[in-house]
């Protein structure tokens, strides 16, 4: 397996408070990506990025800010949980080099805001 | 626009049995596609992926997968389902490294 981690594994947080989810490759590898899953809606792009302090918004950014200062961790912040931040959150990464497309995944962090 | 499509959220078949999941995907251009699994509270594991060498492609675990280009459809088989096999499957069509679409996934039962 890859070496991908992620933490905290679970968490219950309020609404309104700062939560802050970590991502950590032992890979060295150049992508990295946050994901949310919902029922229904398969996995979409939060954030990614393509180096370190390289980032870019995907397609559900909105409520969410990223860092990258160092290859192996990316960090996700919620800087004022809501309750339709309620999901699983994986991290994957993938290297792009050499047809090396695919990704890898962590697995995931369950959060709950109330 | 660019899209993936699944076409069964959720397929059942006998163990022994062969299995077919469904992909059709839009895109301008060949993609890269890949099939991925997910076990129940578990994060997603790359099963196979396509990207414009042969169009039968093999995986893990048995399964196979062909590109049609003249079909748009990457579709997921395995000749003898095997109870393991129940999971959560995703068709991706990755067009760059931002922009990877998920399908809404084909959940996959055993019936013994």
Redesign the interface.
């Known amino acids: 397996d890859a070496g991908i981690t992620q933490s905290p594994r679970h968490k219950v947080t309020e609404t309104g408070t700062p939560v802050t989810l970590r991502c950590h490759q032992t890979e060295n590898h150049r992508y990295m990506y946050w994901y949310r899953q919902d029922p229904g809606h398969g996995l979409r792009l939060i954030h990614y990025s393509y180096g370190v302090k390289d980032t870019d918004k995907g397609e559900v950014s909105d409520g969410y800010s990223v860092s990258r200062s160092k290859t192996e961790d990316f960090l996700l912040t919620l800087e004022s949980a809501t309750s339709s931040q309620t999901s699983v959150y994986f991290c994957a990464i993938s290297s792009g080099t050499g047809g090396g497309y695919e990704q890898y995944f962590g697995p995931g962090t369950r959060l709950t805001v109330t | 626009a660019q899209s993936v499509t699944q076409l069964d959220s959720h397929v059942s078949v006998s163990e022994g049995t062969p299995v077919l999941l469904r992909c059709n995907y839009s895109s301008s251009y060949s993609p ?1 596609l ?1 099939w ?1 699994v997910q076990h129940p ?6 099963l196979l ?1 396509y ?1 414009s060498a042969a169009t039968l492609v093999k995986g893990i675990n048995g399964f196979e997968a062909e590109f049609k280009k003249s079909e748009t459809s990457f579709h997921l088989t395995k000749p003898s389902a095997h109870m393991s096999d129940a999971a959560e499957y ?1 068709c991706v069509v ?1 067009l760059s ?2 922009k ?1 679409i ?4 084909t959940r996959l039962s055993i019936r013994p």
Request: charged share 15%.
């Open positions: 890269s890949f991925y509270n578990k994060g997603l594991q790359l992926k990207t995703f990755r490294a931002s990877i998920f399908g809404s996934g």
